[in-house]
């Protein structure tokens, strides 16, 4: 008696075997690991051939129908890997611009020749970093379209002459870039780090937060301390608001990003890491690489246990003094208040 395809012991069996290796696949990785199980990435990577971040960008071209446009490929069709990543020669706006044409006021921007799949927020905290803040936009803005992603670029500026506080301007950022979507990831973005690799992919893990810049030059392209989490981190607005944020008390200290991976472990969840491979990034020279290679060799002294649940989004306050849309990004300057005064010592 034969069988019909369905009624196939071994059909079967392979079938049950496809859906348990397919559902181990989500369960370890979320929807980044699906994202890069479509990508054929090779290894080991060669980052004495690099290509420029603008290569074949300009075969992305509008669609003739956008009605029927359909939806952008899982692997994007122009990514080279390694990219030549330079500092030496400062790009002018108009230049950067010019260079990216689809890109619409207030640094947002959709694919013109596909729907794509995954919308994705670049929050950067800065003041006075205008140098690097031109070199970042240079090789940011190519870099995310050749990932084929929906994204907007906020800068949020601290005003005053205050100490700076990373931390709490990340909290702002956060809050001010969900009012106008429905972001599926929130990218944290030093000013001073530019991505080495296109297949560095800026989506979220579906279960957990995810260090993106593994492999920073000046470390030596190596983790300093297993829970560094420095740099540049991927967060769905769930896993933000489960750990209720970046703590608001960190002023010109350094050492927010410990605490929130002290956070993200007190809530329940784990730090997942772009591969050292692809996570590789140059940080730019501003007159204090001395101080952060020092400070990133050891965790900040943290007082998260006890104050996490009290001390991030759930109390943040602060002033939006202007919000202006650039060609190039979405600028938010902020006041964020002054750091709570110490009692003085008296002599005695």
């Excluded at 003041?127 to 970042?136: A, G, M, P, T």
Aim: charged residues 20%; proline residues 7%.
């Amino acid at each position: 008696m034969s069988f019909s395809r369905v009624e196939n012991p071994c059909f079967l069996l392979f079938l049950v075997i496809f859906q348990a290796i397919f559902i181990l696949i989500l369960y370890r990785g979320g929807a980044s690991s699906v994202f890069r199980g479509f990508l054929d990435v090779p290894h080991p990577l060669d980052y004495s051939k690099t290509e420029d971040v603008y290569t074949n960008l300009s075969l992305f071209i509008h669609a003739p129908n956008k009605e029927t446009m359909p939806y952008c490929t899982p692997q994007s069709p122009i990514f080279v890997g390694p990219l030549t990543i330079t500092f030496n020669t400062l790009p002018s706006e108009r230049t950067i611009i010019s260079k990216n044409p689809y890109v619409q006021l207030g640094g947002r921007y959709s694919p013109p020749h596909c729907l794509a799949r995954y919308k994705t927020a670049i929050i950067v905290p800065h003041r006075n970093r205008e140098k690097q803040l031109r070199h970042l936009l240079y090789y940011l803005h190519p870099f995310l379209q050749r990932q084929q992603l929906h994204y907007h670029i906020y800068l949020i500026h601290q005003a005053g002459n205050g100490p700076f506080n990373q931390a709490k301007l990340l909290n702002i950022g956060v809050r001010e870039a969900m009012k106008d979507d429905d972001w599926d990831c929130l990218l944290l973005h030093n000013v001073d780090l530019v991505p080495e690799n296109d297949y560095n992919l800026y989506v979220c893990d579906e279960y957990y937060p995810k260090h993106m810049s593994s492999a920073i030059d000046k470390l030596q392209y190596s983790l300093p301390y297993w829970s560094f989490f420095g740099g540049v981190s991927a967060l769905t607005p769930e896993h933000y608001m489960k750990m209720n944020g970046f703590p608001n008390t960190y002023w010109d200290r350094g050492g927010e990003h410990d605490d929130i991976a002290e956070r993200i472990r007190l809530a329940g969840m784990k730090i997942v890491r772009t591969p050292l491979h692809l996570g590789r990034y140059k940080k730019m020279d501003h007159g204090q690489i001395l101080d952060y290679t020092e400070n990133a060799k050891r965790p900040a002294v943290l007082h998260t246990r006890t104050t996490w649940k009290d001390d991030g989004m759930n109390s943040l306050e602060f002033k939006v003094l202007a919000k202006k849309q650039y060609p190039l990004y979405t600028n938010i300057t902020v006041d964020i208040g002054d750091p709570p005064m110490l009692p003085s010592l008296r002599k005695t």
